[in-house]
């Protein structure tokens, strides 16, 4: 049963227009959520995190919106370039620091 | 620059050897670190928890015997998958984690290798 889901595989944007990327998640005792970049056959890069405390975080570009009652995360990239396309995972973490992944959402911005 | 080494990057095996993945954390110690395992078009899966001096705690569904996890140093901790076989053909990939950054846990701390691609033929 996964805990952390993606329910999109790919998404297609205009550059310059808003990105957003959705995940879900059944485990309430989960208190971090991170969005990870990737790109093939490379290990994912860390972009933005947000505690299970807060619903919202903001870096630069990138945004994570989080709603706990729902069980829901959103990563928000405004403006969307080209070369933010990549696939983004969405992880999870409760306690330790094991950490549970979606499947991915492949991001295509095109130019 | 990379701050978690993976090698080899790709290997391929005969079916029935062993072979052995390397990750090392560069300019950090870690006490702990972590292997998953991706499918095409799946989530990484972790596999294990690598601690430092000590046998490694497996999830559930993934052998020990198969899988052997060795954390000797700080710096190094190495998978070595035992009579591979093309099932065991995946994308496996290491984190660590520098704990000795800033208070306060926000992520960013966790550092995941580049990964090893193994084709079992």
């Known amino acids: 049963d996964q805990q952390v889901k993606q329910n999109s595989p790919s998404l297609s944007v205009q550059e310059g227009r808003i990105s957003i990327l959705n995940c879900d998640y059944t485990?309430?005792?989960?208190?971090?959520f991170l969005w990870y970049k990737k790109y093939p056959a490379e290990g994912p890069t860390f972009l933005i995190s947000?505690?299970?405390?807060?619903d919202k975080n903001e870096d630069g570009r990138f945004t994570v919106f989080l709603n706990k009652s729902a069980k829901h995360l959103s990563l928000h990239i405004v403006p969307s370039q080209p070369g933010d396309s990549a696939v983004y995972f969405c992880?999870?973490?409760?306690?330790?620091?094991?950490?549970?992944f979606g499947k991915g959402t492949k991001l295509t911005v095109n130019p | 620059g990379a701050v978690v080494s993976q090698h080899p990057s790709r290997v391929i095996c005969k079916s029935g050897t062993s072979v052995k993945i390397e990750c090392r954390s560069l300019?950090?110690?870690?006490?702990?670190m972590f292997w998953y395992r991706q499918f095409p078009k799946q989530s990484l899966m972790l596999m294990a928890t690598?601690?430092?001096?000590?046998?490694?705690?497996?999830e559930q569904g993934v052998e020990k015997d198969k899988f052997l996890i060795n954390h000797a140093s700080l710096t190094l901790s190495t998978l070595t998958v035992t009579s591979a076989h093309p099932e065991d053909s995946s994308f496996y990939i290491c984190?660590?984690?520098?704990?000795?950054?800033?208070?306060?846990?926000?992520?960013?701390?966790?550092?995941f290798g580049e990964g090893s691609w193994l084709t079992v033929v």
């Open positions: 984190s660590a984690s520098h704990s000795g950054q800033a208070l306060g846990w926000a992520g960013n701390t966790i550092y």
């Open positions: 485990n309430s005792m989960f208190d971090y």
């Open positions: 947000i505690s299970s405390i807060k």
């Open positions: 992880a999870a973490k409760g306690g330790s620091e094991k950490l549970v």
């Open positions: 300019d950090f110690q870690a006490t702990t």
């Open positions: 690598s601690n430092e001096g000590s046998k490694a705690t497996y």
